[in-house]
């Protein structure tokens, strides 16, 4: 408070009690007792003011829920990207399902499409042939399909 330290508080009562003196140190402590007793009669007379300026809702406010001091600005940042990333995950979450969703219909659209083109049972082509492999060994030639070209 003003910038005063203990030890300074100290030296600074020290120096008033010894201007002020032994004589007129009791009516100068009879006079701050009464300036204080005056500031508490001010303050609670502008507090009962207040009160009846502003009516009963006053009353029911909890003033120490609006305490700037209370609040820590690590953890309102904390909790507001806390509510973005859970935001944006429930946002990656939708985007997601709906990929998923997309990928099965078509998929499904495909074996439709697959089923529409199948040739009738017994029929055979390029489709349901199934292919060997050939194995090569080290200086054998690979089998050139003519075909393919």
């Known amino acids: 408070m003003f910038g005063i330290s203990g030890a300074e508080a100290i030296v600074l009562i020290v120096v008033a009690l010894l ?21 508490r009669r001010y303050a609670s007379g ?17 003033w120490r829920k609006l305490d700037p001091r209370q609040y820590d600005p690590r953890t309102i940042v ?26 099965r219909e078509a998929r499904k659209a495909e074996r439709e499409a697959e089923r529409e083109n199948a040739p009738a049972a017994g029929g055979s082509t390029a489709a349901t042939e199934t292919s060997t492999l050939v194995r090569i060994t080290p200086g054998q030639r690979a089998p050139f399909d003519t075909e393919a070209t």
Not at 19 to 39: N, W
Not at 89 to 95: D, G, K, N, S, T
């Open 46 to 62: 502008a507090k009962d003011d207040l009160r009846e300026t502003l009516g009963p809702e006053v009353t029911d406010v909890d």
């Open 19 to 39: 201007v002020i003196g032994p004589e007129r140190l009791p009516e100068y402590a009879q006079k701050l007792k009464d300036l204080v007793k005056s500031v």
């Open 78 to 103: 904390r909790d507001a990207l806390a509510e973005v990333d859970q935001e944006d995950a429930a946002e990656r979450r939708r985007r997601e399902r709906e990929e998923r969703e997309a990928a």
